[in-house]
């Protein structure tokens, strides 16, 4: 994505906690991942990942889907702070709106997400209560290219969690986050590096189309 020695400009949009975007901003501490991070955006006032970018110096700017009224005026809005900021990398981290076409194409191959879920398992909402219902052997998360096809971009690397007896939906979501402070910043960092890359609308990795995904799993232990 950058040519050796620039870092690339990075925006992360969130909508909550923002435990993943902490994540980034700590491995990339002295620029270890590449990224220039350059702005966060938020759905939502009041989060706790809006006080992590002001820890970190970030610039941050919220765009109220509530004040924005529709879903066609907060796309706009959305639109335009994220252009403004004229991010090389967008990273999607606990967002919870679904972005308009139009802006998911002008950053395909640049926008990356991270899903509660094996995916093609699972897109949407609740992964953790469906995957415990359904009595799966293993969750986790996927990280992925952002394509107009919601949760159904070109998966890049996974987590994997093995499902224990008592595993509640909490339980299950704290093993799967601590793999995603993991993966993610990984898989953004070769994206700020140029290892990463899209063609012929797929997943590259060093070079090669990524047939599957690459697969970390959970290391044994209590
Ligand atoms: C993550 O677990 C991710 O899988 C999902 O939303 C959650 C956001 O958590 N997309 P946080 O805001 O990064 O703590």
């Not at 050796?4 to 925006?11: E, F, I, K, M, S």
């Not at 997400?113 to 995916?119: A, D, F, G, K, M």
């Not at 998360?141 to 070109?154: I, K, Q």
């Amino acid at each position: 994505m950058s040519g050796a020695g620039r870092r690339a400009r990075t925006v992360v949009l969130v909508s909550g906690g923002g435990s993943n975007l902490q994540a980034i901003i700590d491995r990339n501490a002295g620029g270890a991942l590449g990224l220039e991070l350059a702005g966060v955006l938020s759905d939502r006032p009041g989060v706790r990942a809006l006080e992590r970018a002001a820890a970190a110096g970030i610039p941050s700017m919220v765009v109220d889907f509530a004040e924005a009224g529709t879903r066609e005026a907060f796309a706009q809005r959305l639109a335009v702070a994220l252009d403004g900021l004229q991010p090389d990398i967008v990273v999607l981290a606990g967002f919870m709106r679904i972005l308009a076409h139009d802006l998911v194409n002008r950053y395909l191959g640049r926008m990356l997400n991270v899903h509660p879920s094996l995916l093609p398992l699972y897109p949407g909402l609740d992964t953790y209560r469906r995957a415990l219902a359904a009595g799966d052997a293993w969750h986790g998360s996927t990280v992925h290219f952002v394509t107009p096809d919601l949760d159904g971009g070109p998966a890049i690397v996974q987590y994997r969690v093995r499902i224990r007896t008592g595993d509640t939906a909490d339980t299950l979501r704290e093993r799967v986050q601590r793999g995603e402070h993991r993966v993610y910043p990984d898989a953004i960092g070769w994206l700020a590096k140029g290892r990463l890359g899209w063609r012929d609308s797929r997943a590259w990795l060093d070079g090669r189309p990524l047939a599957a995904p690459l697969q970390v799993d959970e290391p044994d232990g209590p």
